[in-house]
């Protein structure tokens, strides 16, 4: 398992960076070591899922992409999935702060961190998944 | 609009064609950082002397492509295509250094603009350079389209020379690491190398607003050998397709290119 971590932060356009840097260091381990099947991006002080329940129950596909929840209220710890697509979605978040678009504008929490990450990786092709509670 | 030149690929006729390539991007593009990735056979070339600024050099082992013919990853893919995935290798070390550089800088490529060692590129007009200057949105690729005929009822693209906005570069960057290749399963239907990157762009919903801003014609050693009355390279023409392995080789040595990068025995 691949695991790049990084603060907590709350300004967008430095935690979409930042996600892109722990997008690098994940990409340097997985050149040395291609086949491992998993990666999380953690950026919350405790993710949950490190107290007990693995993230991903494993045979993740290369495309699929996990998050904390799809509940747009509930503020993102962490990314997970498939390192390609961990990847992806770390090398797109570079430009995330830019996108200048309201990916769900009938809801009342729009434009949260949750929302536009989610919207990023739907728009690049990925396979978006919610872990169940 | 932060524009980065990618020039990517074997050096082939590098010599012959980077005075005039140089001269053209940097009439269209005066402030582009340039990044050049070759094999590491090219370590012996002087490219840093065509650059009054340092461009970002990358010089990839090719004993280590991870794709070569006798591993088991290219043996279980119904087709293995080396003139797309040594690209997309050499496309993707490059974007991890523009990668690294937008985020040191705190800046961002919203023109990416993807060229050929071996190609001789061309803006004919002002109209042409309005063209090439035309901002990109995201996810947007300019100068390459599927092609009307659809040849063999598959995607084409031409991949002399595309432009890429900021989104849609990495994208393309990241193609050698594709997330749809999910290792033993068969994923590589599409059988060439112009298939392939047409497929990445149609899977990924990049638009694709074709117009041919660049005017780029591959430059082979015939073209160097033969020249035009005024000494101009003879470009445009398929003389090097039909000529025999061993005059190929004669006009390689006689420009001083390797062979091997046009995989002729020698």
């Not at chain 2, 070569?68 to 293995?80: E, G, Q, S, V």
């Not at chain 2, 003139?83 to 990416?112: P, S, T």
């Not at chain 2, 298939?195 to 899977?203: D, E, S």
Request: net charge negative; aromatic share 12%.
């Amino acid at each position: 398992m691949l695991i790049a971590r990084t603060e907590f932060i709350t300004s967008y356009d430095k935690l979409f960076k930042s996600i892109a840097e722990c997008g690098l260091d994940i990409e340097a381990q997985y050149l040395k070591k291609p086949y491992d099947d998993f990666a999380i991006i953690t950026w919350g002080m405790t993710p949950r899922f490190t107290d007990s329940t693995p993230p991903c129950p494993g045979n993740v596909r290369s495309d699929e992409i996990i998050f904390e929840s799809l509940d747009v209220t509930v503020h993102q710890n962490w990314i997970a999935g498939h390192p390609r697509a961990v990847i992806k979605l770390a090398a797109c978040s570079i430009d995330i702060p830019k996108i200048g678009f309201d990916p769900w504008p009938s809801h009342r929490f729009t434009k949260s961190q949750t929302s536009t990450l989610i919207w990023m990786s739907q728009r690049i092709g990925l396979r978006v998944y919610g872990m169940l509670t | 609009m932060k524009t980065a030149i990618l020039m990517r690929g074997h050096p082939r006729t590098w010599h012959y064609t980077i005075r005039n390539n140089k001269s053209v991007m940097d009439n269209v593009y005066p402030d582009a950082d340039w990044f050049i990735a070759m094999p590491s056979c090219a370590q012996k070339l002087d490219i840093v002397s065509y650059f009054e600024k340092q461009p970002v050099l990358i010089f990839l082992d090719e004993q280590r492509f991870p794709f070569n013919l006798d591993t088991n990853l290219t043996r279980a893919w119904r087709y293995y295509i080396p003139a797309y995935w040594k690209l997309a290798w050499f496309d993707y070390h490059i974007g991890i250094c523009k990668r690294q550089k937008e985020l040191a800088d705190d800046m961002r490529y919203d023109n990416v603009v993807f060229l050929r060692p071996d190609v001789w590129y061309q803006i004919v007009d002002d109209t042409a350079k309005t063209k090439a200057t035309t901002c990109l949105s995201r996810m947007e690729i300019a100068e390459i389209s599927i092609s009307p005929g659809m040849p063999d009822d598959d995607w084409v693209l031409g991949d002399l020379c595309w432009r890429a906005g900021s989104t849609a570069a990495d994208i393309m960057l990241l193609r050698y690491l594709d997330c749809w290749q999910t290792p033993g399963m068969n994923q590589l239907v599409h059988g060439n190398s112009h298939t392939l990157i047409a497929y990445m762009q149609q899977r990924n919903l990049l638009s694709g607003s074709y117009y041919s801003a660049f005017d780029a014609m591959l430059a082979r050693p015939d073209n160097f050998i033969n020249l035009n009355a005024d000494g101009s390279p003879t470009l445009g023409g398929y003389v090097w397709e039909s000529m025999s392995t061993p005059d190929k080789i004669d006009a390689c040595v006689t420009l001083g290119i390797d062979p091997n990068e046009y995989q002729l025995a020698y």
